[in-house]
């Protein structure tokens, strides 16, 4: 699985012009599954953004965790987080997973997030939607659960 992080203090996604999920404060979540991931990999991808140290504390250092400043969660499907650019110009997206697959370990991750997070907003699987976002910091990780610990 691979997920963009962003710290932001509003984000929001919508479908069809009408808002579907919004957030104050917390992160965005860009979730991508790639072929062959399983539960475990979203067990092990939310265990490191649950506790990943990237907000700051009151001197302004990234010492805390989203789960201790109480912080919301957007999580939005992305399959197009596994685009293959190698060759040609137009991306491959072979490596994403099928979408029943997809679909299953993306509800999996939200529950997941919603065990520990009072706050969870979300997409709509599939559809095409449009995302907004004021990014603090500004302030990105990428994690790939294939380079995970």
Known sequence: MRAVIQRVTQASVSVEGE??????QGYLILLGV????TRAEAERLWAK?????????EAGKTNLSLLQTGG????????TLYADCRRGRRPSFSAAAAPAL???LYEHFVELARADVAEVATGVFGANMQVELVNDGPFTIVLDTADLA
């Open 34 to 37: 790639g072929e062959g991931d």
């Open 19 to 24: 808002v579907v999920g919004a957030i104050g």
């Open 102 to 104: 997809a679909t299953e």
């Open 72 to 79: 919301a969660l957007l999580v939005v499907s992305q399959f």
């Open 49 to 57: 953004i649950a506790n990943l140290r990237i907000c700051e504390d």
